[in-house]
């Protein structure tokens, strides 16, 4: 599935409760996962919006929480991320 700018996607939601098999209705979960480690974050500088793309460490932790959650057997309905790349590239590399 392809994430673009502001990546979203949604998928069989509805206000807060999705159908599961059967019919019977299964509340929603919310998780919120922070951007990999950024090259301003490695040189220990606050940018807020300012766009600071990801290190190396970055790209694998992203791809390591991926992993994990995938392992726990946690799989995303939609992704919501920031305009920034940084918050693009890491929700990109979990899924």
């Known amino acids: 599935r392809r994430l673009g700018a502001r990546a979203l996607h949604a ?44 290190t190396a460490r970055g790209r694998k932790e992203a791809s390591l929480s991926g992993e994990a959650l995938k392992a726990a057997g946690l799989c995303a309905d939609s992704v919501f991320t920031s305009m920034l790349a940084r918050a693009e590239t890491t929700a990109q590399l979990m899924v």
């Open 11 to 54: 998928a069989g939601v509805d206000g807060g409760i999705r159908g599961g098999a059967g019919g019977e209705k299964e509340p929603l979960q919310l998780l919120l996962v922070r951007h990999g480690e950024s090259e301003a974050n490695k040189a220990r500088i606050f940018v807020s919006w300012i766009d600071s793309p990801l």
